[in-house]
């Protein structure tokens, strides 16, 4: 059974940083990349960020680009987001998720994505 467990979030101030891990089992974490996305009251779904399986690779969204960093540990079967400089519009639940292959030659989109996890709240106060 596939599991993703996201934590890490919680209410910042804007400006401040949070680090968001989402640990996965159930399926080979190293073949495939992972992604972090997110979803505002009333909005839909977005990407946010990718990573493919090596962690070679890396794809952000132009709204977070030079702000977040996304990685992952193998080993640890995680994945991280770094955010900092957070802002008000990142207030959102985020999501880790497989990606449906093993890396992106493209910047991907919320259907390339699958296997969510239950999602994390991140609030940034203004």
């Known amino acids: 059974q596939v599991q993703l467990v996201e934590s890490g979030g919680g209410l910042v101030q804007a400006g401040g940083s949070l680090r968001l891990s989402c640990t996965a089992s159930?399926?080979?974490?190293?073949?495939?990349?992972m992604g972090w996305l997110r979803q505002a009251p009333g909005k839909e779904r977005e990407f946010v960020a990718a990573i493919n399986w090596s962690g070679g690779s890396t794809f952000y969204a132009d709204s977070v680009k030079g702000r977040f960093t996304i990685s992952r540990d193998n080993a640890k079967n995680t994945v991280y987001l770094q955010m900092n400089s957070l802002k008000p519009e990142d207030t959102a639940v985020y999501y880790c998720?497989?990606?449906?292959?093993?890396?992106?030659?493209?910047?991907?989109?919320?259907?390339?994505?699958?296997?969510w996890g239950q999602g994390t709240q991140v609030t940034v106060s203004s």
């Open positions: 159930g399926r080979t974490f190293s073949s495939y990349a």
């Open positions: 998720a497989y990606g449906h292959r093993s890396g992106y030659y493209y910047r991907p989109t919320v259907a390339d994505f699958g296997s």
